[in-house]
């Protein structure tokens, strides 16, 4: 039988309200309760409103450390006209919380009371009725209301419906997600290193997350391999015992991708494919009145799918408004081109640099699980919009703290992985936060021209004098009172596979042999090396096998060989030994810092300087191997 699937284009909008009608109608937002003890409700929704089971205080109680009195027995009381009260008749003692009987009203504090025996105490100041006495149901009274219905349960509430005798309580039974992971080719992590062709299943544990961030329960069904009777006796068996169900992957309209089909023969498929990037092929539909989600197997389409569609369903299906997002207007930093017919939804980074808030791009990938970790916010690209221009102010809706991206430093530039143990240091010491983004040395000195960044990493050597650094510093930031500061001396070589298989001893091996090489990208320190060492040797770049492959890091091209995509590549030794491939020398280099004077906090630049000069930043990066931190921390050239 020929399999028809289509994909569909229907705007967000839309597909939402249609999911959302038909919800009302099957009654699927009826609220469910359930009973639980007070002691363990926290974070929980109350169903129906809590009303005290007792009053509180529940009887007279004294305010505090003193002695109750008759009021009436001290109204002649006075500086100069002391009374001495008896003991029994017309005093007791009492500490705060203590029973004060009816023929008692009023407490006197401890420090106005001079006791002259045992029997005897002395006052120089009338009392009135009801001073310091807590009466009956000051605080709670039987029968009135604690907390309303719909009302989210925290410590201070817990402590009030227990003092008030309530200690079982109603509250919203939590909504059940069923995620269901298909695709023959995942496997669970945790076990052995997975095969060409082999992907960590991650995805299912990542939305089960994003649920009990949500209040929902998540249940994790076992992997289905793709297997259309298989996916759908999983997704059957799902509805039975879950409120929403989520088939991860299968979405799309691949030979293997059954979950439209399924959802069809099943019950109601309503939508194949929105109107956004990424994320188009998800799927919204209808088995037994409970909504079916169909996300994409890519990690970032997947998130923001589930972000989308399945997050107001489950604070609706707890009887909650949605948290809107918190949304800031940031500067974007680049060019942002988008298709015009879908809305984009683009990961940003985010800093404050000199006083203007700035969006950074991150990769745009389905795929870059790392941008998720990453994202400050998201910048939605409206469709009927072909994008932003570079300096165009967006809306930026935040994922992360407003604290954390104020204590953001900026870093663009060359790519090393000493800087990203600079920003561990600096964040756990000074609660700074380093966001890098890597591209190239000229990249860097381009975004400090233009005020987008705090700092740079720099290894760029000029040809004609030997020096690192300074000549295209003092041609591109010249009268912005440019700063060079050393970070590290390391060795740059070739990289190549464990025992050097291809025998490879130089850069002029890698000419007319048909060598698979993989550079780094045009504006990169090594670029310009690796161009200057083909110069001097006369080599013809047209002659090196992937010379104009590009990766944008040294562990990037050291991945690359590892992983058998290219034999040779030019980078640092701490990248040939973190991946365990062997390096060939060719030299040693500086990599620096570059700042511009006054674009840093005095108290954030000090920091920083401190924590490179730092034994322990340079204990940590001395363990990677083929660095020198002798000149770590040093002012290397000044420019006016």
């Known amino acids: 039988m020929v399999r028809r699937v289509y994909i569909d284009n229907k705007p967000l909008e839309e597909a939402f309200a249609l999911l959302w009608?038909?919800?009302e109608n099957?009654?699927?937002?009826?609220?469910?309760?359930?009973?639980?003890d007070v002691e363990d409700a926290l974070g929980r929704i109350t169903v129906v409103p809590v009303v005290a089971k007792r009053s509180s205080?529940?009887?007279?109680?004294?305010?505090?450390?003193?002695?109750?009195?008759?009021?009436?027995d001290t109204f002649s009381a006075s500086d100069t006209s002391p009374i001495v009260l008896k003991r029994g008749e017309q005093f007791i003692e009492v500490d705060t919380g203590d029973y004060v009987p009816r023929e008692f009203d009023a407490v006197i504090m401890i420090e106005d009371v001079?006791?002259?025996s045992h029997d005897e105490a002395e006052i120089i100041a009338p009392a009135v009725p009801w001073q310091h006495i807590r009466s009956v149901g000051e605080d709670v009274i039987a029968s009135q209301m604690i907390i309303p219905s719909l009302y989210v349960i925290g410590a201070y509430e817990i402590g009030a419906m227990l003092t008030s005798g309530v200690t079982k309580v109603q509250v919203v039974k939590k909504p059940r997600v069923g995620i269901i992971p298909t695709g023959t080719e995942l496997v669970e992590p945790g076990g052995k290193e997975p095969e060409p062709g082999e992907i960590i299943e991650s995805n299912s544990r990542m939305l089960a997350s994003l649920c009990r961030k949500w209040g929902a329960e998540p249940c994790r069904y076992p992997l289905v391999a793709d297997d259309k009777e298989k996916i759908k006796e999983a997704v059957l068996r799902c509805a039975s015992q879950t409120d929403i169900i989520v088939v991860c992957s299968g979405s799309s309209a691949g030979r293997e991708d059954f979950t439209a089909e399924i959802v069809q023969e099943a019950g109601r498929l309503l939508v194949h494919g929105l109107a956004t990037k990424p994320g188009k092929p998800a799927i919204l539909g209808l088995i037994e009145g409970k909504p079916v989600i169909g996300v994409p197997g890519y990690p970032v389409s997947a998130a923001l799918v589930f972000e989308l569609l399945a997050r107001p369903l489950i604070y609706r299906k707890q009887g909650l408004r949605t948290p809107p997002n918190q949304e800031v207007e940031a500067k974007i930093s680049r060019k942002l081109a988008s298709s015009m017919g879908v809305d984009e939804f683009v990961q940003v980074n985010l800093g404050k640099v000199g006083g203007e808030l700035i969006a950074y791009p991150l990769g745009r990938g389905a795929g870059l699980t790392t941008t998720l970790v990453k994202a400050d916010g998201v910048v939605r690209v409206p469709?009927?919009?072909e994008g932003f221009e570079a300096g165009e102010k967006v809306a930026v809706s935040l994922k992360r703290d407003w604290d954390i991206i104020e204590k953001t430093l900026i870093v663009i530039g060359s790519h090393d992985i000493a800087v990203d143990w600079l920003g561990d240091i600096l964040n756990r010491k000074f609660g700074l936060r380093l966001a890098c983004t890597n591209v190239g040395s000229m990249g860097g000195l381009v975004a400090l021209k233009h005020r987008e960044s705090h700092f740079a990493g720099m290894h760029l050597l000029d040809p004609k004098t030997g020096e690192y650094n300074v000549s295209y510093v003092n041609r591109y930031l010249g009268g912005s009172k440019p700063v060079l500061v050393n970070l590290v001396l390391r060795e740059q070589g070739l990289l190549v596979k464990k025992g050097n298989p291809l025998g490879v001893r130089g850069v002029d091996d890698l000419a007319g042999s048909g060598v698979r090489f993989v550079n780094r990208q045009r504006g990169s320190g090594t670029r310009v090396l690796?161009?200057?060492?083909?110069?001097?040797?006369?080599?013809?770049?047209?002659?090196?096998?992937g010379y104009d492959r590009e990766e944008f890091?040294?562990?990037?091209?050291?991945?690359?060989?590892?992983n058998d995509a290219a034999d040779v590549a030019v980078g640092i030794y701490a990248a040939a030994r973190a991946l365990d491939l062997d390096f060939i020398p060719l030299l040693q280099e500086r990599y620096d810092l570059c700042f511009l004077k006054g674009a840093i906090e005095e108290e954030t630049l000090d920091a920083l300087l401190h924590t490179i000069s730092s034994p322990e930043f340079r204990e940590e990066v001395m363990k990677f191997g083929g660095y020198d931190m002798s000149l770590a921390g040093q002012v290397i050239w000044e420019g006016d």
């Open 21 to 23: 009608t038909e919800l």
């Open 57 to 72: 205080p529940h009887y007279s109680a004294s305010a505090m450390d003193g002695i109750a009195v008759k009021a009436k």
């Open 530 to 545: 690796f161009d200057h060492l083909l110069q001097q040797m006369g080599i013809d770049p047209g002659l090196i096998n």
């Open 383 to 385: 469709r009927g919009v």
């Open 26 to 36: 099957a009654g699927f937002f009826v609220l469910e309760g359930e009973e639980v």
């Open 114 to 116: 001079n006791f002259l």
């Open 553 to 562: 890091s040294h562990l990037a091209v050291a991945a690359a060989v590892k």
